[in-house]
């Protein structure tokens, strides 16, 4: 775990700090090892080790740890020889020390067994917070290092046994000294950090030589970690610039698992990675659009000419073949005048994409028959429908007819009708065409997306890309909506 340099401080100080939280500060941090070496819950085992260092501030720290503890001692020597001297009843509680010899792997263990008079006989385990000399002190009164004490009525000067200590390691278990200091039950126990250049001290020759099956399961959990970080590697396509943590293998710790650390992702990966999401939302919104909203239905293509810009290299010509499949698809579902205005919507956000630009793709829905003349102004042979034709649309009015006026429309005046991008419908607010050259019967005039049909029965004027159009007729007028491919299916 990564800590900042202020908690890391507050840590290496406070000596409610676990023995596995203080073995990854001396890994991480260098500054608080001076802290380390005072915190009373510092393990032997990293003391040892702190003891190795060429630092002028460990060692002083290290100086000011072991002069605390030897003040303790000798306190502990007066206040037997005081106890020892007055022959007086015990009536405080007695301590009764006893100390193991400390494994250089795991440090020392001490326990402290406390009882008063009349009392039930407790005992408990210290833990390694306080240092202490690892045999008892020498006592020059014979009743300080006899297993008894005085006990009983003031004065009587009557003996009997101190209660002795009563061990917490459950029956069977085999107690030995650990950096935690109570019998391990769980099997780890921290050392100092594996820096270079420092090995842990061997193990008395009484204790089980474990330790080439710890160096085994740490070389297999080793060998785990580099071929997990080169499987990542290959499924990142070997990309450079990608930040792989160093796994460190721990020195004789024989059940810690080693936690590889989430693969940091490098800037490229990223840019990659969102792209590849936009292609594959654009690829969702086209299959299941409903034709109706231009806005949402260009803005996958304007996430995706951004996307592209940010992976950089020829990401841009690749997502202009993404826009240009993107936009076929669209008029498969819808028509192509419904896929042009999408296009026209994005190309204002994402001009670099020539796709947005081009309309080589488009298939008109109502495509306009060969042999088609270029009027711009005509009227009917009747001369009772006038119209003009351009790029931008058609517009038709009817002077006289028989149905009732439309809507916004007045009786007896023209009634003006008009397709365009946005579709067909009644206007007689547009203005009313000047008429022109007369369009025989069955014959088509063209501008652009836009024509008209001269017909018996009147003229209709389509848009050809979107299938949107309208009719005028003596007996009728009527607007027809653009036609969706998925409707009709």
Same mark, same amino acid.
């Given at each position: 775990?990564?800590?900042?340099?202020?908690?890391?401080?507050?840590?290496?100080?406070?000596?409610?700090?676990?023995?596995?939280?203080?073995?990854?500060?001396?890994?991480?941090?260098?500054?608080?090892?001076?802290?380390?070496?005072?915190?009373?819950?510092?393990?032997?085992?990293?003391?040892?080790?702190?003891?190795?260092?060429?630092?002028?501030?460990?060692?002083?720290?290290?100086?000011?740890?072991?002069?605390?503890?030897?003040?303790?001692?000798?306190?502990?020597?007066?206040?037997?020889?005081?106890?020892?001297?007055?022959?007086?009843?015990?009536?405080?509680?007695?301590?009764?020390?006893?100390?193991?010899?400390?494994?250089?792997?795991?440090?020392? @263990? $001490? /326990?402290? !067994?406390?009882?008063?008079?009349? =009392?039930? %006989?407790? &005992?408990?385990?210290?833990? +390694?917070? *306080?240092? #202490?000399?690892?045999?008892?002190?020498?006592?020059?009164?014979?009743? @300080? $290092? /006899?297993? !008894?004490?005085?006990?009983?009525? =003031?004065? %009587?000067? &009557?003996?009997?046994?101190? +209660?002795? *200590?009563? #061990?917490?390691?459950?029956?069977?278990?085999?107690?030995?000294?650990?950096?935690?200091?109570?019998?391990?039950?769980?099997?780890?126990?921290? %050392?100092?950090?594996?820096?270079?250049?420092?090995?842990?001290?061997?193990?008395?020759?009484?204790?089980?030589?474990?330790?080439?099956?710890?160096?085994?399961?740490?070389?297999?959990?080793?060998?785990?970690?580099?071929?997990?970080?080169?499987?990542?590697?290959?499924?990142?396509?070997?990309?450079?610039?990608?930040?792989?943590?160093?796994?460190?293998?721990?020195?004789?710790?024989?059940?810690?698992?080693?936690?590889?650390?989430?693969?940091?992702?490098?800037?490229?990966?990223?840019?990659?990675?969102?792209?590849?999401?936009?292609?594959?939302?654009?690829?969702?919104?086209?299959?299941?659009?409903?034709?109706?909203?231009?806005?949402?239905?260009?803005?996958?293509?304007?996430?995706?000419?951004?996307?592209?810009?940010?992976?950089?290299?020829?990401?841009?010509?690749?997502?202009?073949?993404?826009?240009?499949?993107?936009?076929?698809?669209?008029?498969?579902?819808?028509?192509?005048?419904?896929?042009?205005?999408?296009?026209?919507?994005?190309?204002?956000?994402?001009?670099?994409?020539?796709?947005?630009?081009?309309?080589?793709?488009?298939?008109?829905?109502?495509?306009?028959?060969?042999?088609?003349?270029?009027?711009?102004?005509?009227?009917?042979?009747?001369?009772?429908?006038?119209?003009?034709?351009?790029?931008?649309?058609?517009?038709?009015?009817?002077?006289?007819?028989?149905?009732?006026?439309?809507?916004?429309?007045?009786?007896?005046?023209?009634?003006?009708?008009?397709?365009?991008?946005?579709?067909?419908?009644?206007?007689?607010?547009?203005?009313?065409?000047?008429?022109?050259?007369?369009?025989?019967?069955?014959?088509?005039?063209?501008?652009?997306?836009?024509?008209?049909?001269?017909?018996?029965?009147?003229?209709?004027?389509?848009?050809?890309?979107?299938?949107?159009?309208?009719?005028?007729?003596?007996?009728?007028?009527?607007?027809?909506?653009?036609?969706?491919?998925?409707?009709?299916?």
């Amino acid at each position: 775990m990564a800590y900042s340099a202020a908690e890391a401080r507050r840590l290496a100080a406070d000596p409610a700090t676990d023995a596995a939280t203080l073995y990854e500060l001396a890994q991480q941090h260098a500054e608080v090892l001076p802290l380390l070496a005072t915190n009373p819950s510092t393990y032997p085992g990293l003391l040892a080790w702190l003891g190795t260092l060429d630092d002028p501030a460990v060692k002083a720290a290290l100086a000011r740890r072991h002069a605390a503890g030897s003040r303790n001692v000798e306190a502990r020597k007066s206040r037997d020889l005081s106890a020892a001297s007055t022959g007086s009843p015990v009536t405080q509680s007695t301590e009764s020390v006893s100390r193991t010899p400390a494994s250089p792997a795991t440090g020392a @263990t $001490t /326990s402290v !067994s406390q009882a008063s008079p009349g =009392a039930d %006989t407790t &005992s408990a385990t210290v833990p +390694p917070s *306080r240092e #202490s000399p690892t045999t008892a002190p020498k006592s020059t009164t014979p009743s @300080t $290092t /006899s297993t !008894s004490a005085f006990t009983g009525a =003031a004065g %009587t000067g &009557s003996r009997s046994a101190l +209660p002795q *200590r009563t #061990s917490i390691v459950p029956a069977g278990a085999k107690e030995r000294p650990h950096g935690f200091g109570y019998p391990s039950t769980s099997g780890w126990t921290p %050392t100092g950090p594996p820096l270079s250049g420092i090995t842990e001290p061997q193990a008395p020759s009484d204790r089980p030589r474990s330790w080439p099956r710890f160096v085994a399961v740490g070389l297999g959990l080793l060998v785990l970690i580099v071929a997990g970080i080169w499987l990542i590697s290959s499924l990142m396509g070997g990309r450079s610039g990608e930040e792989t943590p160093t796994a460190v293998a721990p020195v004789e710790t024989p059940t810690a698992t080693a936690t590889e650390e989430p693969t940091t992702a490098s800037p490229t990966g990223d840019a990659e990675a969102r792209y590849a999401a936009v292609v594959v939302q654009i690829g969702d919104a086209t299959a299941s659009t409903a034709c109706t909203d231009v806005a949402a239905d260009s803005e996958g293509l304007i996430n995706l000419a951004a996307a592209a810009q940010d992976r950089g290299g020829d990401a841009l010509a690749e997502a202009d073949g993404v826009a240009r499949n993107a936009l076929e698809a669209l008029q498969s579902r819808c028509n192509a005048g419904y896929a042009a205005a999408v296009a026209e919507s994005a190309a204002t956000s994402a001009p670099q994409l020539a796709a947005l630009e081009s309309r080589d793709w488009v298939v008109p829905t109502a495509p306009a028959p060969e042999g088609a003349l270029e009027l711009a102004n005509f009227q009917a042979p009747s001369a009772n429908i006038v119209c003009s034709l351009g790029e931008a649309g058609a517009t038709c009015s009817i002077l006289d007819y028989s149905f009732d006026a439309p809507d916004g429309c007045n009786a007896g005046s023209p009634v003006t009708l008009v397709v365009d991008d946005e579709g067909a419908r009644t206007d007689c607010s547009a203005p009313e065409p000047s008429g022109g050259t007369a369009l025989a019967y069955g014959s088509t005039s063209q501008q652009g997306r836009f024509h008209c049909d001269s017909e018996e029965s009147g003229i209709r004027c389509w848009d050809s890309w979107s299938g949107a159009n309208f009719q005028v007729a003596r007996a009728q007028v009527v607007a027809a909506e653009p036609v969706f491919a998925f409707e009709a299916d």
